[in-house]
């Protein structure tokens, strides 16, 4: 899309570099800090319904974030399951904001409130912007033309996901419970 070569990734952790669409692709820090902070606050998401209340936002510019999906973890009881979201065959564009934060600039996703599927697995999920509308969010025009939930598809993956060294197509695969078969010994005299 604008050129670069880039080596497929499959589990992106906060805090490393990632693909950012502002009036050209770059690669930028996954952690966004307030220019005012005496210290890292490392935000890696921000949401929509604050972006213009809040303080650590007021010097924020918008950007995209180039993806193909994303992790959300369900609770259930007391464990977390980790589930990969994504699109039929697509890459998308997250909405984001950026500044920088000691001459490094920094981003973090922008997110609103889960519905439909999505929801069913967490409460939150990534502002997805319709790519006809890119311009218009990197202008800071309103942010009513998500991508409808419906055509964002998930399943459940492996806890490889949650170690960033993991870095395989095995992190976004459907996970396959492994069935353990007991053995029978027979043992003779």
């Known amino acids: 899309m604008f050129g670069l070569e880039i080596k497929p990734r499959f589990n ?4 490393t570099e990632i693909l950012v669409v502002t009036d050209g692709a770059q ?3 996954w952690a966004y800090s307030p220019k005012w902070a005496k210290s890292p606050f490392n935000l ?3 949401r929509a319904e604050s972006l213009g209340e809040k303080p650590s936002y007021t010097s924020a510019k918008r950007c995209l974030i180039i993806a193909d999906g994303w992790f959300e973890w369900k609770k259930k009881d007391r464990l977390k399951y980790p589930y990969f979201f994504h699109m039929q065959n697509e890459i998308f564009l997250f909405a984001g904001i950026y500044n920088e934060y000691r001459n490094v600039p920094g981003c973090a996703i922008v997110t609103k409130k889960a519905d439909g599927k999505p929801g069913q697995i967490h409460h939150r ?3 997805i912007i319709n790519k006809k509308n890119a311009a218009q969010w990197l202008k800071g025009e309103d942010i009513s033309f998500a991508i409808p939930s419906q055509e964002i598809y998930f399943h459940r993956v492996s806890t490889l996901v949650n170690s960033p060294k993991n870095d395989t197509r095995e992190c976004i695969e459907p996970y396959q419970e492994k069935r353990r078969h007991k053995l029978s010994h027979e043992v003779h005299y």
């Open 27 to 29: 690669f930028m820090h």
């Open 12 to 15: 992106v952790a906060p805090s």
């Open 44 to 46: 890696i998401n921000a």
């Open 125 to 127: 999920m990534p502002l």
